[in-house]
């Protein structure tokens, strides 16, 4: 069993930062891509960013690219989002994730994760 925990959501105001971080229980976080999603209120869970084993290939939605950044740090078995210039519909509940450690790597489908940290609240003001 994996257990994933994230931290460092908050109230932030549109074009502030926050680094969203997710540390595993195992070391089995060293051989697995991971991935971040999201879930606004009313509306379905959504892809957000996802990151390979290696941790060399990077992967985002388009609403995100060039503002959010994906990193892992395997020594500490942690994750991180670094998310800069808020807006107000980055707001949501963010969920780290563990891939699948067999088969192909499928970063923006939520089916190919099994392991699911409880969530961190962002908040973004206008």
């Known amino acids: 069993q994996v257990q994933l925990v994230e931290s460092g959501g908050g109230l932030v105001q549109a074009g502030d930062s926050l680094r969203l971080s997710c540390a595993a229980s195992?070391?089995?976080?060293?051989?697995?891509?991971m991935g971040w999603f999201r879930q606004a209120p009313g509306k379905e869970r959504e892809f957000v960013a996802a990151?390979?084993?290696?941790?060399?290939?990077?992967y985002y939605v388009d609403s995100v690219k060039g503002r959010f950044t994906i990193s892992r740090d395997s020594a500490k078995n942690t994750m991180y989002l670094q998310m800069n210039s808020l807006k107000p519909e980055d707001t949501a509940v963010y969920y780290c994730?563990?891939?699948?450690?067999?088969?192909?790597?499928?970063?923006?489908?939520?089916?190919?994760?099994?392991?699911w940290g409880q969530g961190t609240q962002v908040s973004v003001s206008s």
């Open positions: 990151i390979n084993w290696s941790g060399r290939n990077t």
């Open positions: 994730a563990a891939h699948f450690p067999f088969g192909r790597f499928d970063p923006p489908a939520a089916t190919k994760y099994n392991y």
């Open positions: 195992r070391r089995t976080f060293s051989d697995r891509a």
